[in-house]
């Protein structure tokens, strides 16, 4: 009997129950928030449409409890990211949040393992992680999970094949100093950078650059358009529940505490790992030109140096 407990009723987190819930991730999904009112109708709503779902019991409350005896506590809650805004941005206010709910959590579901989606999510995962006292395995963040699948997504267009068949990563930062491993894509097991496709447009330079920039730009132009991203994290998210609740041994680019990677050391960011019912069981080392490798660098760098202004 899994249970996964999400905390934030928002887009985020309700979309993420949403789709846990047609996915029949979880025997049992609760929804926490602080506003009795928008978690009493999100539930409410979701509950009406069990009939055409994998049987699950869906709960929602204003009161940790309801959270008691979770698998795995999947954490949205936070400022939204204004237009215009960087995730960075964020760190402060959403940092101080995690300072209440972390001691909170730890007491009604201590076994739990902690999947941080509030952004800026790498920062959030560090300080959740160091105010936890768990072990690194425990504490993971979704990362760039969603940036690799719009990368996927936007060179399969670009190739006109399946985005299944296109294998590629982003690594670092989930936002702007997060760099495209170019060295390791490849298209049906082909490497990207030495496919060639009678009749197809070849990917130029020009055409890199052009869909990375789009790849590191996505969700400013979605919050412009409407606000929030809520449709795709809820996928990716529910992906990585997958994962831990299958004990599927899935290669994915969640985001956890670094002890030498690659000569980085002390921050959370997103790299390979293999993610189980234990939570990050391992991460994986790539063969990165040295020009990814610097980015890499750059990218620890960037992320460290946010965490060392909230005084971790």
Known sequence: ??????????????????????????????????????????????????????????????????????????????????????????AGANVELCRTLVPQLLKVAPNALLLLVTNPVDVITYVVQKLSGLPTRRVFGSGTVLDSSRFRFLLARHLNVAVQNVHALIAGEHGDSEIPLWTTATVGGVP????????????????????????????????????????????????????VLHDEQRVLPV???????????????SVPSIVNRMGVESVLELPLSDTEREGLHRSADTIRNTIRTLGF
Do not use: W
């Open 192 to 243: 990207l950078l030495q496919l060639k496709m009678p009749g197809r447009t070849p990917l130029t330079e020009a055409d890199r650059a052009h869909i990375f920039d789009n790849v590191r730009n996505a969700a400013y132009q979605i919050i412009r358009g409407k606000g929030a991203t809520n449709y795709a994290i809820g996928l990716a998210t529910v992906q990585i529940l997958e994962a």
């Open 255 to 269: 985001s956890s505490l670094l002890e030498g990677y690659l000569g980085i050391q002390d921050v959370c960011m």
């Open 1 to 90: 009997m899994s249970k996964v407990a999400i905390i934030g009723a928002g887009s985020v987190g309700a979309t993420i129950a949403y789709a846990a819930m047609i996915r029949g991730v979880a025997k049992q999904i609760a929804l926490y928030d602080v506003n009795r009112a928008k978690v009493d109708a999100e539930v409410l709503d979701l509950n009406h449409g069990l009939q055409f779902v994998p049987m699950a019991t869906l709960e929602g409350s204003d009161d940790i409890g309801v959270c008691a005896g979770a698998d795995v506590v999947v954490i949205t809650a936070g400022a939204k990211q204004k237009p215009g805004q960087t995730r960075m941005e964020l």
